[in-house]
């Protein structure tokens, strides 16, 4: 969450942060569960919308996305604090972020799009517990 934006930072995903419950053995099948089921899913998803028409509209919205992952990690990231603040080396602890980004001042997707609805539907903070397909 981007607490100074009211933002959700993306929508979805697992934090394994200080993940220790059931001990070793448990939490390795657990990630690793994960991380097949991940691939069972993901597949068919880029298979079916490998070839859907992009463009600079959706290159400039990726980027601007990057940014806010960028956000994130800076302002609000533990592991990125953390070693920034410790005297680590800082170019071995910015190398996870991307390497192309961009920020827009006040910027709002276009009535209608799919940025839009991104914006709208899934990274305004709301209770998902209630949602029908969970």
């Given amino acids: 969450m981007l607490k100074h934006r009211g933002e959700q930072r ?20 657990l990630t690793r569960a994960v991380g097949e089921s991940y691939l069972r899913g993901y597949r068919p998803i880029v298979a079916r919308r490998k070839g859907a028409p992009h463009g600079e509209r959706e290159r400039q919205f990726q980027l601007y996305r990057r940014g806010r992952y960028v956000e994130f990690n800076l302002v609000w990231d533990r592991g990125t604090l953390f070693g920034l603040q410790s005297g680590g080396r800082t170019e071995s602890i910015l190398m996870s972020l991307p390497p192309l980004v961009r920020w827009e001042y006040g910027f709002t997707p276009e009535p209608g799009s799919p940025e839009a609805r991104l914006n709208e539907e899934f990274l305004t903070p709301r209770d998902w517990s209630n949602h029908p397909d969970f």
């Fill in 10 to 29: 993306g929508i979805g995903g697992i934090f394994f942060d200080d993940f220790t419950a059931g001990g070793f053995d448990s939490s390795f099948a």
